[in-house]
C-alpha cells in the first residue's frame, strides 16, 4: 500500500486500506463521535448542525431534551457538552451543561441543564454535545 501525505492540505490519501485479514474497514467498530449537535439556545432553540439529533426540546430555562435519531444500544455511552456566549470567543462565559438532576441517560434521549458559574439554569447562544457510544 503506498500512502500519500499531502502537507499543504492535511491529506493522506490511498487506494484501499483493508484489515490485517484483507477485508474492508469497518470504521464504525472505531467509536468515533457518532452523535453530536450545536444548536442556539438563546431567543429559541434552532439546531445549527447535527448528527444522529432528531430534535431538542426545551422544557424550561437553561432545560433541554436531546432525542436521537437512531437509539444507542445502552445508556451507557459518554458525553461531553459545552456552552457559552458568543462575542469573539466560544467561550468566554463560565458556564457549565450537565446531565439534569433526577434524568438519567436512555438509549433514544438524555435531558441536560445549562448553567451560570452561580448555579442557575441559564440560555446560552451557543451549546455544543459530542455523544459516544454503540449505537443499535
Known amino acids: ?11 493522506v490519501q490511498t487506494a484501499t ?7 474492508p474497514v469497518d470504521l464504525t467498530g472505531q467509536n468515533a463521535i457518532n452523535t453530536w449537535c450545536r444548536f442556539q439556545g438563546r431567543g429559541g432553540v434552532a439546531i445549527k448542525s447535527s448528527l444522529n439529533i432528531s430534535s431538542i426540546t426545551e422544557h424550561g430555562t437553561g432545560d433541554y431534551q436531546y432525542t436521537y435519531a437512531t437509539p444507542f444500544a445502552n445508556a451507557d455511552y459518554s458525553f461531553a457538552f459545552g456552552c457559552g456566549y ?13 446531565v439534569r438532576e433526577g ?21 446560552y447562544e451557543h451549546v455544543s454535545a459530542h455523544i459516544i457510544g454503540e449505537l443499535a
Do not use: H
Not at 486500506?17 to 477485508?23: K, L, M, S, V, Y
Not at 470567543?89 to 451543561?97: D, G, H, I, R, V
Not at 434524568?103 to 440560555?123: A, K, W
Open 86 to 98: 458568543g462575542g469573539g470567543s466560544f467561550y468566554n462565559t463560565l458556564a457549565a451543561q450537565g
Open 17 to 23: 486500506i483493508e484489515t490485517d485479514i484483507g477485508g
Open 1 to 11: 500500500m503506498v500512502l500519500k501525505f499531502d502537507g499543504v492540505n492535511d491529506k
Open 103 to 123: 434524568y438519567d441517560p436512555l438509549t433514544n434521549m438524555v435531558r441536560v441543564t445549562t448553567n451560570y458559574s452561580n448555579g442557575n439554569t441559564g440560555d
